[in-house]
């Protein structure tokens, strides 16, 4: 309001505009109480938000750091700057190319199919549909989490990867984790998953020796935290209740050089794992233990 000498009640309205206009100010204690017009003492004594770096100008969050929550702390995602390659077992294209896949290929201690087509539900739901969707899930979990993920493939090739070219991804990618992700074809009333670890090998081209620990502690880590998010049990035929089985036949394991693991998420020829493995909602359970698993290893 104007100061205007010619009134007589100039200094009262004087000091009644100077009370109106620090209320209405911010900066005279911070946004008002809708419920009694009191000032929030709270609002004024916030730390800004933190800004993108000078040297980056997008202000992106990816760029500061910050997960995009509305936390006015900023900070790393929590597998910012780690590698996961996710191994889908199969691929659906396989059943179509039987010769390019019963080719064989070294694995260190032998020769061995170059891949197969997986296994299968009595109803006809394939390992190889279950382990892509399963595999795109983590995938999104992962990355979620600020980790760079790598597919071996992606159902975009006829078939394959053979079982030495998905070893060569993780190794190429110098991962620090691999997992390939499966289900079994056991008997009727096998139910449960497992965690299958590289043995010492040191066989032709293949040396497990520097990642036969670490695979354990990943190995282990998946094997708890699958259980608390599916709600599922170790392997009733595998692993001596452990979860967890060791072997020194599997190519993809041999011929790794950085952490790997495979999980058997359960047993697609029993009808109650079956139906687990079927429904939606427990793919992304089996996701998300896959993805605390990895993220408990990472982290230490």
Not at 27 to 38: L, S
Not at 96 to 123: F, L, M, P, Y
Not at 153 to 172: K, L, V
Request: aromatic share 4%.
């Amino acid at each position: 309001m104007p100061y205007d000498h010619r009134k007589s009640l100039a200094p009262a309205l004087a000091l009644l505009g100077c009370a109106l206009g620090c209320l209405a100010l911010a900066g005279c204690g911070g946004a008002a109480d809708p419920a009694t017009g009191v000032p929030d003492a709270t609002s004024s004594s916030r730390a800004p938000r933190t800004s993108a770096a000078p040297s980056d100008p997008s202000g992106s969050a990816e760029a500061t750091g910050t997960t995009g929550s509305g936390d006015d702390a900023p900070g790393r995602l929590p597998l910012a700057g780690r590698t996961v390659v996710v191994d889908p077992g199969h691929n659906p294209g396989n059943f179509r190319h039987s010769r390019e896949i019963n080719q064989k290929v070294d694995i260190g201690t032998a020769r061995k199919e170059c891949d197969t087509t997986g296994t299968s539900t009595r109803a006809g739901y394939t390992e190889a549909a279950f382990t892509l969707d399963v595999s795109h899930r983590l995938r999104d979990l992962l990355e979620g989490l600020g980790a760079k993920v790598v597919l071996t493939h992606d159902a975009d090739r006829p078939f394959g990867p053979c079982i030495d070219e998905r070893a060569r991804t993780g190794n190429a990618a110098r991962a620090d984790a691999v997992v390939s992700v499966h289900a079994d074809g056991s008997a009727t009333g096998n139910r449960g998953f497992h965690v299958i670890l590289p043995a010492r090998v040191d066989s032709g081209g293949a040396d497990t020796a520097k990642i036969v620990g670490p695979s354990r502690a990943l190995g282990e880590d998946i094997a708890a935290q699958f259980a608390r998010a599916t709600h599922t049990s170790p392997s009733n035929y595998i692993g001596s209740g452990t979860g967890l089985d060791v072997r020194d036949d599997l190519g993809g394991l041999n011929l790794s050089t950085v952490p790997k693991v495979f999980v058997e998420c359960g047993n697609m020829r029993d009808p109650k794992d079956a139906a687990l493995l079927a429904d939606a909602a427990w793919r992304q359970k089996a996701a998300q233990g896959l993805a605390d698993g990895i993220r408990t290893y990472l982290e230490g």
